[in-house]
């Protein structure tokens, strides 16, 4: 009678290659044949393919006065065996990359990526990703970081240009103060706002003052810039940042917040509404159930009845819109529902405007010379 015996071997192959796995089959006459093994450890196209390789992922900033901008390079080398390839993925909070080379880097090369990132948020600690795609198998997503802490810029005053509310069709003007406390002189550049679509609603003027018309006694020079609402702006909140140049040291750029509010013959108004934000909360929602939510927009004074108003724009284009009938309650006031939907079935997303503006918007377009549109923030995030 023939006995037939399995036998099981494991081979240890060396640190790189790790352990292999085969199977010794004993044949009539002492023969043996060995099958094909089952490897653990990397395969030869993996030990052959290109490798990822950031030494010091994270950087730290250290403290940034707000308003402030930091960049940072980070070294990034090829240690595999094939050519590497960088693309650009996903960034935190508006996060700068520089751009990154489409041309493959080398085995043993390596090239360096810009990072940047401006401190446009309250003063605490922070930290800023991004996202680099590459063709390394092992690897696919390379995550670089800056981190720090946000300080009050020092040589500003106040820290914001604030207007509160602006009555639609009116001008009111917001003044802060650039100064140097450990130079002689000031030299500021063109101010620059971020909005296109609001700067031309804005006028920016900057006067050189002397150390006694300043606010810190400690300020050696220093300018006054000051900014001008201009009729047209569109109700509702808004906020820009003002960017101006200057030759403090580590302080080149400087940017300024700008907020306020125009009010007008046209309120909203609404479970989960924010009136001094201009914001509509809809929170958490399930894919697959959706949220829906009902303003309604209250029109005021002796022409109300011949206010119109209607659907601009939305973003993103998932969000439903509709405006309802308007409701006649007396001469001077009518109501009109706004109906804001997000359908079952909305892929998941994420619009909290969370440090930089990341909400949605639905723009209504108006008949009103003064205000000619009313912009309207919705904050959300679906879910699977």
């Not at 006065?65 to 650009?88: D, E, M």
């Not at 479970?271 to 303003?295: C, F, I, P, Y």
């Not at 309604?296 to 009845?305: M, T």
């Not at 001469?331 to 990341?358: K, S, W």
């Amino acid at each position: 009678m023939r006995i037939l015996g399995v036998t099981l071997v494991a081979a240890v192959v060396g640190a790189t290659i790790g352990a292999a796995v085969a199977y010794v089959e004993t044949r009539p006459g002492g023969e043996a044949a060995l099958r094909p093994s089952t490897s653990f450890g990397p395969s030869a196209a993996e030990s052959a393919a290109p490798r990822v390789d950031a030494s010091e992922p994270v950087y730290q900033f250290g403290a940034m006065q707000r308003g402030t901008t930091k960049s940072h390079k980070f070294v990034v080398r090829n240690a595999g065996q094939s050519p590497l390839t960088l693309k650009v993925g996903n960034t935190t909070c508006k996060c700068t990359i520089g751009s990154v080379s489409d041309q493959p880097i080398p085995p043993g090369e390596a090239v360096k990526v810009k990072l940047e990132w401006s401190a446009l948020v309250n003063p605490g600690l922070f930290r800023q990703t991004a996202t680099i795609l590459t063709n390394d198998p092992l690897n696919p997503r390379l995550e670089l970081s800056v981190e720090g802490e946000v300080t009050e810029a020092t040589g500003v005053y106040p820290q914001d240009f604030v207007f509160g509310k602006v009555t639609a069709g009116d001008t009111k003007s917001a003044d802060v103060f650039v100064m140097a406390l450990a130079q002689d002189e000031l030299n500021v550049g063109e101010p620059e706002l971020s909005n296109t679509e609001t700067r031309k609603f804005f006028d920016v003027s900057i006067v050189p003052l002397k150390p006694e018309q300043l606010p810190n006694p400690k300020a050696k020079a220093g300018v006054r810039i000051r900014v001008t609402t201009k009729p047209g702006l569109r109700s509702g909140r808004f906020d820009q940042w003002l960017a101006v140049s200057t030759d403090i040291s580590d302080t080149e750029t400087i940017k300024i917040p700008i907020i306020g509010r125009v009010i007008g013959n046209i309120s909203i108004h609404g479970r989960m509404w924010n009136e001094d934000q201009d914001v509509l909360r809809l929170g958490h929602v399930k894919s697959d159930e959706g949220a829906k939510a009902t303003l309604n927009i209250v029109i005021r004074g002796d022409n109300a009845d011949q206010v119109k108003l209607s659907v601009a724009t939305v973003d993103p284009p998932e969000l439903m819109v509709q405006l309802g009938e308007p409701k006649k309650l007396k001469d001077t006031l009518i109501h009109l529902p706004l109906v804001i939907e997000i359908p079952p079935g909305t892929p998941p997303m994420a619009r909290l405007d969370i440090d930089q503006h990341n909400e949605a918007r639905v723009v209504l377009k108006t008949n009103q010379p003064d205000a000619p549109e009313m912009v309207l923030g919705v904050r959300f995030v679906v879910e699977r």
